[in-house]
């Protein structure tokens, strides 16, 4: 047995390591710190048991129940739900709640905004370091040849582009909110018609740089088109904080050995 990972024991309930190794696969964990996975694949496999645990002590029977049109929970699946269900005290989300919400965060409650971007992009898997390296060298000096001579981004952009849109000079037509990814939608957020963005901008597909040609903000939405939708959140939030809560009092009353859960996961 790794003593860097051991097995993991639950109120005398043996976790095994090479089944902790095999969830941590399940686990994103930072570039050459495999340790991180495993502590993450503990923790998880941890309070699994402690549910379930729970549940033989409240004395639960699963019920599977259907998730979506052809999937249906596990046994072990069906308690957890079951043990949160009798254990989770969410109290009730307020009219006033959802007011205040929405008073004080008016600007993201917006129809969306449409956008006419163009960009170059210097394709490079997220694992390949030395290719995202040449890709930010790349296109860091491209931005420097643009902000001194604007007229040439649509000619770098065709000779240059790893993207079908480098031949119309990089320009991606009108898109709106939701159909970019995340990376590339919060740099068109801040840019105004016109601008280049003055850092190269990473996203799962390479590296990018990115000019915004027009763009038209979407209206601040009235509150009661969004009222479900901030209530929905909300609710999710306290079911959050409590399941949290729950699982926090399950570990600090348990006699758990091969993981200190009390520390942050840092290898």
Not at 185 to 193: F, G, K, R, S, T
């Amino acid at each position: 047995m790794n003593p860097l990972m051991p097995d993991v024991t639950v109120n005398g309930e043996t976790i095994p390591s090479a089944a902790i190794a095999a969830e941590a696969q399940n686990h994103n964990a930072p570039s050459g710190k495999p340790g991180w996975a495993w502590q993450a694949a503990a923790k998880a496999m941890v309070v699994r048991a402690l549910l379930l645990q729970e549940a033989g002590r409240m004395g639960l029977k699963p019920d599977p129940q259907m998730i979506g049109a052809d999937k249906q929970e596990t046994e072990e699946e069906a308690l957890i739900r079951a043990v949160l269900d009798e254990r989770l005290e969410i109290k009730a989300i307020t009219e006033a709640e959802c007011q205040t919400i929405y008073d004080t965060r008016r600007e993201v409650f917006r129809a969306p905004s449409l956008f006419q971007p163009a960009h170059i992009l210097f394709a490079a898997k997220p694992k390949d370091r030395e290719a995202r390296d040449i890709a930010r060298k790349n296109a860091a000096e491209f931005i420097k040849t643009i902000q001194k001579t604007p007229k040439v981004f649509a000619d770098i952009a065709k000779s240059n582009s790893d993207c079908p849109s480098k031949d119309a000079g990089g320009t991606l037509g009108q898109i709106t909110t939701g159909d970019t990814v995340h990376e590339f939608e919060a740099v068109l957020n801040i840019l105004e018609a016109g601008d280049l963005h003055p850092e190269p901008v990473e996203t799962r597909f390479g590296v990018h740089i990115i000019r915004m040609d027009e763009k038209a903000l979407g209206e601040i939405l009235p509150y009661d088109a969004v009222k479900s939708q901030i209530k929905e959140k909300l609710e999710q939030l306290a079911w959050a904080k409590a399941a949290k809560k729950l699982t926090q009092d399950l570990v600090d009353q348990a006699e758990i050995n091969g993981i200190d859960l009390k520390k942050p996961i840092i290898n």
